[in-house]
């Protein structure tokens, strides 16, 4: 019987990632909370409400991370709870942060600190959110005080999640507040995000000589259905460059693709110590000139395996694909989120499986990935999903705030733990994935 094991690199970390309005509860200042007061907004009426309850009792879960062995955690600073007011700054908010990076320290977890995740101060959305220049000083006024506050616990930080997500779900889609559909806003959008990132990049690395400072990007692969049709190419291609090559383009190659501008980004080239990578799924396109914005309409094969609550195509081999597009920066990569929807735990154990399996071929290749941090640790608030999308490892009631390991957490417990996957985990949990992993 072979026996093989799949080992990762001696530092590799392991961990979880978590964005504040998703878990901590009662974030009543910012714009997401506004938006769920309006009816039709969120999946089934749902609202953030309490969430996990992370800001009285992270630590209760910092525990659990600690007892799966995790190393790393991702979280985010919630601005509107720092910045209460144009400048108004909340110290008390900034203690109860800095009592949670002292908890993970306790625990021996690395904290992974986002400046910026989704949610904004309603008096920024108040004077026109990110689409407003003034947005930029803004930025970098409230990261100065959280890298001065928090500069003492952590090193690693993450200016900005998703900027393309945050520009095409808000703007194009119109899906998250603030609910427009306006494609020259959205590409107005992701330039000052991206110049917020250039900006916030910088002054880090004034504050902190130790800083290490990267941006959260979500890769997502558009692919033409008929890859013989021009047309569906095209479109596919069109939708690629807007949302996967961009901000890479600017904030690395100092270039502004076309709609967010033109030719060189000024002062924004090579603003990255690494890239994040956050891979979920791909989408096949075909040519449809009804289909609005970039004339792609999504498809799915009929013997595409689906993800729960219409998440998208089952598709780990894009990790791998997302992980060697990256390597051409030549910069150390964070696997900042990958995960899946799945309530019942019936596709996770093998999701994990296989996007681990993937991320180890792409070190064999020399890919320099540093972590994986797994989308999420406990069910949480999921945006425009409300609480119909259960990413958690760790299931939860948000009656009454219990929580139940599910089975993934302990393979993926295990997995960090032994820093491999092993044949054990594999008959345990995925019989069904022996003959690709471990082929006779
Ligand atoms: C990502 C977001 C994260 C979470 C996951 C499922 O796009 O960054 O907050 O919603 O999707």
Redesign the pocket.
């Known amino acids: 019987m072979p026996y093989a094991i799949y080992h990762f690199p001696p530092n590799f970390r392991w961990g979880v990632a978590t ?1 504040s309005h ?1 878990v901590e509860g009662d974030n009543k200042r910012n714009q997401w909370w506004n938006w769920e007061q309006q009816p039709g907004r969120i999946a089934e009426g749902h609202r953030s409400g309490l969430a996990c309850n992370w800001w009285q009792n992270a630590e209760a879960d910092f525990d659990y991370a600690m007892s799966m062995g995790l190393t790393s955690l991702r979280l985010s600073i919630e601005w509107s709870r720092v910045e209460v007011a144009p400048g108004e700054i909340d110290t008390t908010a900034l203690d109860r942060y800095r009592e949670m990076l002292q908890a993970l320290k306790d625990r021996g977890i690395t904290p992974m600190v986002t400046l910026h ?2 949610s904004d101060p309603l008096w920024l959305a108040q004077k026109g959110g990110w689409s407003n220049p003034a947005v930029i000083s803004y930025f970098s006024h409230y990261v100065e005080q959280v890298v001065q506050a928090l500069g003492e616990f952590a090193t690693c930080w993450c200016t900005l ?2 900027p393309n ?1 945050y520009a095409s779900l808000g703007y194009i889609r119109g899906v998250f507040p603030p609910g427009e559909q306006n494609i020259k806003k959205a590409a107005l959008v992701l330039r000052h995000m991206l110049q917020a990132h250039a900006a916030a990049y910088k002054l880090i690395h004034r504050l902190q000589a130790a800083a290490s400072v990267g941006l ?1 990007h ?1 890769i997502r692969f558009f692919d033409p259905v008929n890859p013989r049709s021009p047309r569906d190419r095209m479109v596919a291609r069109i939708q690629d460059l807007w949302f996967n090559r961009t901000t890479t383009a600017a904030i690395w190659n100092g270039i502004w693709l076309p709609p967010v501008g033109y030719g060189p980004a000024f002062g924004m080239r090579h603003t990255l110590d690494w890239i994040g990578l ?1 891979y ?1 799924t791909r989408d096949l396109i075909a040519y449809d000139k009804n289909a609005g914005p970039g004339y792609g309409r999504v498809e799915r094969t009929p013997d595409a395996e689906l993800m729960d609550g219409g998440y998208g195509e089952f598709y780990p081999e894009g990790l791998a694909r997302a992980l060697r597009r990256l390597a051409r920066l030549g910069i150390p990569i964070h696997i900042t ?1 990958n ?1 899946i ?1 799945d309530t019942d735990d019936d596709q996770r154990p093998r999701a994990l499986l296989l996007h681990l399996y993937h991320l180890w071929r792409a070190l064999q290749g020399n890919i320099p990935v540093q972590s994986y941090h797994h ?2 640790l406990v069910d949480n608030f ?2 425009a999903e409300g609480w119909t ?1 259960p ?1 958690g490892l760790i299931e939860m009631d948000l009656r009454t705030q219990k929580r139940k390991s599910r089975p993934s957490a302990d393979l993926y417990a295990a997995i960090a733990r032994g820093n491999a996957i092993t044949p054990e985990l594999i008959d345990a949990y995925a019989p069904e994935l022996r003959p690709l992993l471990l082929p006779v």
């Open positions: 964005a998703q995740h989704f999640n998703e997500v959260a979500n956050n979920y989120e995960g929807p989308w999420t999921e945006w999308l990413f």
